[in-house]
């Protein structure tokens, strides 16, 4: 029975043990979460059973991608990067709209958002790239040039759509940049040139973004400041979430103490509850099930969740999660240091900071620190194709820690038979 189970459930078991840990406090977490598709749907367990489902999909994807022998993967790169830019700009001219943005496209009543693909994809090919154009002394200077040509147009696809995306995106590909030696003088520049186009773009927003919560509070009560279709120009047209990005910054910087009484909740309602939750926690936590601002937390069971996380386990069942990325992100990196290859290691390392760089991101936002981005908490927030997707590189970083494991018998073998 046990010989079977192992044949399921292959590869690091700590891995496997972060992944069981993460999947369970999703379930309870998205169960307590969940108030207001509960009433919503007028069903008390639907909600449930549908994120279970999904759970219970992607550990079911994971297991198959664990399955997959690495090498595979690499023949895999030049189709998911087609895939992924086709479905980038589908979703710019048929996605539907959610949150304002078309991040979803919908084929026979599914939906999924190709960023999720184009992030693994991007991943992969940097991993391929890196791994290719090692030396003694690092990577050569070529593979920069070629990361930047697939990042740049890829990146931008996403920018239009999810700017914080986008951003995620770009940080995990420089920190795999300097994991796979790419010259430092290299990573430099691309520093300032990106710090030269991040003010201008600041500039950009300001400047076409329109900020619609203080101008509305300009009018009259009875006066509207939507504008129709035709009204917009061809830039607003095309960079229509620069009105969200200008109100994000503008909330996030604002300095004027507000009273509590004269707070606004339905402007500023998920920065305010998620504030609340975290504090009516009294490090202690009040039990799962317990939370009370789920009922006013717009996107509780998925942007805000980690906020639930700490008014329901308290301070130290918030640690505990953020353990288990801090642990994932160890034992990538202990994989990685067994690998015989560069492709392995560079891949295993990507894809495990592709997890925890943005669950650092859902985590900042949670507690105020960073203004709100829209990503969710991985493997913990309610989702779809996101949830699935994210069990898959799971299953890759095991796949490979397979093939370490393999090495180092191999190496062990050797070493007694020399002995």
């Known amino acids: 029975m046990n010989q079977k189970i192992n044949n399921i459930f292959k590869g690091d078991k700590v891995i496997w043990m972060v992944f069981f840990f993460l999947c369970m406090i999703s379930i309870i977490e998205v169960f307590s979460a969940s108030s207001n598709l509960t009433y919503k749907s007028n069903n008390y367990i639907k909600p449930i059973m549908m994120h279970s489902s999904t759970i219970i999909a992607g550990v079911m994807v994971a297991i198959l991608t664990l399955n997959i022998p690495c090498r595979y993967f690499k023949l895999m790169t030049p189709f998911l990067l087609f895939f992924s830019v ?6 710019l001219v048929a ?28 991943v992969l090919a940097t991993a391929q790239i890196l791994s290719a154009k090692q030396t003694e002394n690092g990577a050569d200077r070529s593979a920069f040039k070629w990361i930047l040509i697939l990042t740049i147009p890829m990146a931008g696809l996403i920018m239009l759509e999810n700017l914080s995306t986008a951003v995620l995106l770009c940080s995990v590909i420089f920190l795999m940049m300097f994991i796979g030696r790419v010259p430092m003088i290299q990573l430099g520049k691309l520093l ?27 009018l009259n009560a009875t006066e509207t400041i939507v504008k129709t279709k035709e009204e917009k120009s061809s830039i607003e047209k095309l960079f229509h979430r620069a009105d969200t990005w200008k109100g994000r910054i503008d909330k996030f910087m604002e300095d004027d103490k507000v009273e509590a009484k004269d707070y606004d909740l339905d402007k500023d309602g998920q920065v305010a509850h998620a504030n609340i939750a975290i504090v009516s926690s009294n490090v202690i936590g009040r039990g799962p099930g317990n939370s009370v601002e789920r009922d006013f937390l717009a996107q509780a069971f998925s942007d805000f969740i980690f906020a639930i996380i700490i008014e329901e386990m308290g301070i130290f069942g918030a640690a505990f999660v953020v353990f288990l990325y801090v642990i994932l992100l160890y034992r990538a ?11 392995p290691a560079l891949l295993a390392m990507g894809l495990a900071l592709l997890l925890v760089v943005q669950a650092s991101f859902n985590m900042l936002v949670a507690v105020g620190i960073v203004p709100v981005t829209g990503q969710p908490l991985p493997l913990i927030s309610k989702g779809g194709t996101s949830t699935i997707i994210n069990c898959a590189y799971i299953g890759a970083i095991l796949s490979i820690s397979r093939s370490a494991k393999k090495v180092d018998k191999e190496k062990k073998q050797t070493t007694t038979q020399i002995a």
Do not use: W, Y
């Open 333 to 343: 990196a202990r994989i990685a240091s067994r690998c015989e290859n560069n492709f």
């Open 86 to 91: 086709f479905t980038l700009l589908l979703v």
């Open 95 to 122: 996605g539907e709209d959610i949150n304002g943005a078309q991040r979803v496209i919908a084929i026979f009543g599914l939906t999924f958002q190709p960023s999720e693909i184009a992030k693994g994809s991007l």
């Open 192 to 218: 300032g040139v990106v710090l030269g186009i991040g003010i201008a773009f600041f500039a950009f927003i300001m400047l076409v973004g329109h900020d619609t919560r203080k101008e509305q509070e300009k």
